[in-house]
């Protein structure tokens, strides 16, 4: 490892990526005899496991964000840029950024991952993914606009497509996406329109394995799955998504294709690494997973560069128990800290052991008093596990005016049902605005009807799938 050769030069540390790794290294390292500049192509740290409440209007892009520049305002050994770092030189050791170059003793990859669409990124323009801002201020959008347009709609086929959601994928993203918007249609808009019923609405979670929230214990999955069931999801499971065009969904079951038509489809299922692992590979020659992940030795550090650490969603670090670590906050909150403990250390002359994750489980919001949480020595579900989910996501945001915000909108939501972020913004929604339809000449077809039972007697008689329909 190369230090700063100068005397009295304090070491160089370049984080790139204000994500939760990042974040935590460049905290950890506030006191330290280091000079941290963090770079980061946005000028706040987001709270991703909330953004499905963003997309649902439960809350503002504003209460799960952080500016960088606050967060680290007393921290006087760090220099927040913004900026987009377009490559690396490992050999000079030098991250360039735009027409500037910044030198670096240590660096720090935490740029994150973003959607896969296992090879068809052709369907990212019909499902909308979860990974930032504007893509749940775009999602938002998606899901307002058709209890808009179905309100307008005359035509009842028409109207049952705009009224079907469609979500892939059933991790904790894709299950909360479906609770939350089980409880947005069968409870907080069902009094504001006039010529709709939000009953009639229909939410499919579509999930390839053999059960949803795999990373969880099998018992908590299927308690998931039946809680899911009573309030109205339609969960099918072993289903892999082969087509998503023109408002139709089709999707294989078994032996058996179906198809359903939806004007709102949502992507919670698969996940690749950030286009700085490529740049990674060409510069060091070092090796990505399939998913773009790039391998780190146990110390986080990449193949023959002990001075560039990969952490986050981007690393993919097998050495614990054979299995690559989930892409979840703690993850990258633990190894951020290591990171930063490491370069100490190393200044010291000293060292760590490799780098082990303690798990501190996983855990789901399925909707109003009903989580569940896996914590290994311990599995809860219900009000209690709600509760815990609660205080575990108060923890993790940043700011303490972000706690406070969140907290009293949730107590409001909790008490009223409202959810005042319901702001449908865009230019695409001034011209949705203009028409009653988006399209034309769209022939959808019949799917099989769903067979899992729903306590809504309205949405019971309506579970057949779509039917044939030509605008």
Same mark, same amino acid.
């Given at each position: 490892m190369v230090v700063s050769l100068e005397k009295n030069v304090p070491h160089q540390v370049v984080i790139i990526g204000g994500g939760f790794g990042g974040l935590y290294t460049a905290k950890t390292l506030k006191k330290a005899n280091v000079n941290v500049t963090l770079i980061d192509k946005r000028n706040f740290h987001l709270f991703q496991p909330l953004l499905y409440q963003v997309a649902t209007g439960t809350l503002s892009p504003a209460d799960i964000s952080s500016p960088l520049r606050v967060v680290f305002r007393k921290s006087k050994n760090t220099q927040v840029l913004l900026g987009e770092v377009n490559d690396i030189d490992p050999e000079t050791q030098e991250v360039i950024l735009g027409d500037r170059t910044i030198p670096y003793d240590t660096l720090v990859i935490a740029t994150g991952a973003n959607h896969s669409y296992f090879g068809k990124d052709n369907w990212k323009k019909f499902a909308p993914g979860l990974k930032t801002v504007e893509d749940a201020i775009e999602m938002r959008r998606r899901i307002f606009s058709a209890f808009e347009a179905a309100e307008k709609e005359t035509n009842p086929e028409l109207r049952r497509a705009w009224l079907t959601f469609v979500i892939v994928g059933a991790g904790p993203t894709g299950v909360e996406l479906a609770g939350a918007l089980s409880e947005l249609a069968?409870?907080?808009?069902?009094?504001?329109?006039?010529?709709?019923?939000?009953?009639?609405?229909?939410?499919?979670? @579509?999930?390839?394995?053999?059960?949803? @929230?795999?990373?969880?214990?099998?018992?908590?999955?299927?308690?998931? $799955?039946?809680?899911?069931?009573?309030?109205?999801?339609?969960?099918?499971?072993?289903?892999?998504?082969?087509?998503?065009?023109?408002?139709?969904?089709?999707?294989?079951?078994?032996?058996?294709?179906?198809?359903?038509?939806?004007?709102?489809i949502l992507w919670a299922a698969g996940v690749k690494g950030s286009a700085m692992?490529?740049?990674?590979?060409?510069?060091?020659?070092?090796?990505?997973?399939?998913?773009?992940?790039?391998?780190?030795?146990?110390?986080?550090?990449?193949?023959?560069?002990?001075?560039?650490?990969?952490?986050?969603?981007?690393?993919?670090?097998?050495?614990?128990?054979?299995?690559?670590?989930?892409?979840?906050?703690?993850?990258?909150?633990?190894?951020?800290?290591?990171?930063?403990?490491?370069?100490?250390?190393? @200044?010291?002359?000293?060292?760590?052991?490799?780098?082990?994750?303690?798990?501190?489980?996983?855990?789901?919001?399925?909707? $109003?008093?009903?989580?569940?949480?896996?914590?290994?020595?311990?599995?809860?579900?219900?009000?209690?596990?709600?509760?815990?989910?609660?205080?575990?996501?108060?923890?993790?945001?940043?700011?303490?005016?972000? $706690?406070?915000?969140?907290?009293?909108?949730?107590?409001?939501?909790?008490?009223?049902?409202?959810?005042?972020s319901r702001l449908i913004t865009g230019r695409e929604a001034l011209e949705e605005a203009k028409t009653v339809n988006n399209s034309t000449n769209l022939v959808t077809k019949i799917a099989n009807p769903p067979t899992q039972p729903t306590p809504h007697s309205k949405l019971q008689s309506y579970t057949a799938d779509i039917k044939a329909a030509t605008y």
């Open positions: 069968y409870k907080t808009l069902k009094e504001d329109f006039r010529n709709i019923d939000t009953e009639e609405t229909q939410i499919l979670l @579509l999930q390839g394995g053999d059960r949803i @929230l795999p990373h969880m214990a099998p018992q908590l999955s299927e308690v998931g $799955k039946v809680s899911l069931q009573k309030l109205g999801v339609v969960v099918k499971t072993n289903t892999r998504v082969t087509n998503i065009e023109n408002d139709l969904v089709t999707f294989k079951q078994g032996d058996k294709v179906q198809e359903i038509a939806s004007k709102t692992g490529q740049v990674l590979a060409n510069r060091t020659g070092v090796e990505c997973d399939r998913s773009g992940r790039v391998i780190v030795e146990p110390d986080l550090t990449i193949k023959g560069y002990k001075n560039i650490f990969v952490i986050g969603d981007l690393g993919n670090f097998s050495h614990q128990d054979g299995k690559p670590l989930p892409g979840v906050a703690p993850v990258a909150k633990q190894e951020g800290e290591y990171v930063a403990k490491l370069i100490q250390k190393r @200044l010291q002359g000293q060292t760590l052991p490799q780098f082990r994750y303690n798990d501190v489980g996983s855990l789901a919001m399925i909707g $109003k008093n009903l989580a569940v949480v896996d914590l290994g020595f311990i599995k809860l579900q219900g009000f209690l596990a709600w509760i815990f989910w609660l205080v575990v996501h108060i923890y993790f945001l940043i700011e303490f005016d972000t $706690k406070l915000l969140v907290v009293f909108q949730w107590a409001w939501n909790y008490i009223t049902r409202s959810r005042r």
